[in-house]
T-cell receptor, first 113, second 115 residues
Framework: LAKTTQPISMDSYEGQEVNITCSHN???????ITWYQQFPSQGPRFIIQ???TKVTNEVASLFIPADRKSSTLSLPRVSLSDTAVYYC??????????????FGTGTLLAVQP | NAGVTQTPKFQVLKTGQSMTLQCAQDMNHEYMSWYRQDPGMGLRLIHY???????DQGEVPNGYNVSRSTTEDFPLRLLSAAPSQTSVYFC??????????????FGPGTRLLVL
């Protein structure tokens, strides 16, 4: 599975757009990129997943450049409730029993008023 | 749907004691897994199961046992608790094989303190 690198922490203010970048230089051709969000004292929650270019849902957008060696999770107009740890995961889409999700240390996003 | 439930929410053990962390899901998911989360370490996979009667080891399986007799339940057993097992434990489930194509649904966690 591809190794990922994320910033340990980020600070933002309410109403700002936040972009969290994940580096995955050795991403494989059949690897997908998935982001999870974890609030304090809760289990992680799926946010978004993509393979290339741009994916958008009601919560976030995911930008993936052509070389796919990095990806950026974009959170529009954050609020205090977006304060959480964000994890970037990279791996094959159809992994079967041997594809185990690997969560790194994630990025702690702190949103201030 | 209750989703993924875990009991207890919090537990204190003495070194050498045994206990079972319970995990249940009502979504008819085949894949279930256990993670532990330590400060600054992210989540690490302990054991997982791809269906009733089938389990396998994850990244940090030592000191833990699991079994999967039903689709709904996936208990985690600590046979002889050690202070190094102080952690927050999360159970997760997904519909398919647990790969990235499957959204993982996590329980609320069990906070374990071993003295």
């Amino acid at each position: 599975l591809a190794k990922t690198t994320q910033p340990i922490s980020m600070d933002s203010y309410e109403g700002q757009e936040v972009n969290i970048t994940c580096s995955h230089n050795n991403i494989a051709t059949n690897d997908y990129i998935t982001w999870y969000q974890q609030f304090p004292s809760q289990g992680p929650r799926f946010i978004i997943q993509g393979y290339k270019t741009k994916v958008t849902n009601e919560v976030a957008s995911l930008f993936i450049p052509a070389d796919r060696k990095s990806s950026t999770l974009s959170l529009p107009r954050v609020s205090l409730s977006d304060t959480a740890v964000y994890y970037c995961l990279v791996g094959p889409f159809y992994g079967g029993a041997t594809n185990k999700l690997i969560f790194g240390t994630g990025t702690l996003l702190a949103v201030q008023p | 749907n209750a989703g993924v439930t875990q009991t207890p929410k919090f537990q204190v053990l003495k070194t050498g004691q045994s206990m079972t962390l319970q995990c249940a899901q009502d979504m008819n998911h085949e894949y279930m897994s256990w993670y532990r989360q330590d400060p600054g370490m992210g989540l690490r996979l302990i054991h997982y199961s791809v269906g009733a009667g089938i389990t396998d080891q994850g990244e940090v399986p030592n000191g833990y046992n699991v079994s999967r007799s039903t689709t709904e339940d996936f208990p985690l057993r600590l046979l002889s608790a050690a202070p190094s097992q102080t952690s927050v434990y999360f159970c997760a489930s997904s519909y398919g094989s647990g790969g990235l194509q499957e959204t993982q649904y996590f329980g609320p966690g069990t906070r374990l303190l071993v003295l």
